[in-house]
């Protein structure tokens, strides 16, 4: 089953030193769980200062700077992992650095159908 390990934590929690400790650490994890057959992606996201918004209400465009929600923890990356079961997920999230100083939030990833590829006619 797959599922997504969202990373939240204050982004003033961490010195310089302790960033980059994690993003080493946090690499050598991604490159064990590959080599399991478990890990399909991840990343770091930009400060929450860099985010936008959209809103669609009334047929309208919204767009605003910053966050979604102004809360003390902040959703500064993630994981997606395939693995047996939330057990697993559960075991791999306390493994990840980030969860020492912040929340790491497991949520399975709903299976989509197959989507039919596009056929491009020359």
Do not use: N
Not at 28 to 50: F, M, N
Not at 75 to 91: F, T
Not at 97 to 110: D, H, L, S
């Amino acid at each position: 089953m797959k599922y997504m390990l969202l990373i939240y934590g204050s982004e003033e929690a961490w010195t310089e030193d302790e960033r980059e400790a994690c993003m080493h650490e946090s690499m050598a994890i991604c490159d064990r769980l590959e080599e399991e057959g478990k890990y399909i992606a991840s990343s770091p996201l930009h400060s929450v200062h860099t985010a936008t918004c959209v809103k669609i209400r009334d047929e309208k465009r919204l767009v605003t700077d910053g966050p979604f929600a102004e809360t003390t923890e902040q959703l500064g990356g993630y994981y997606i992992i395939d693995v047996d079961d939330l057990d697993e997920a559960i075991r791999i999230a306390s493994t990840l650095p980030p969860a020492k100083k912040g929340t790491v939030e497991i949520r399975p990833i709903f299976p989509l159908p197959q989507r039919k590829e596009p056929t491009h006619e020359q």
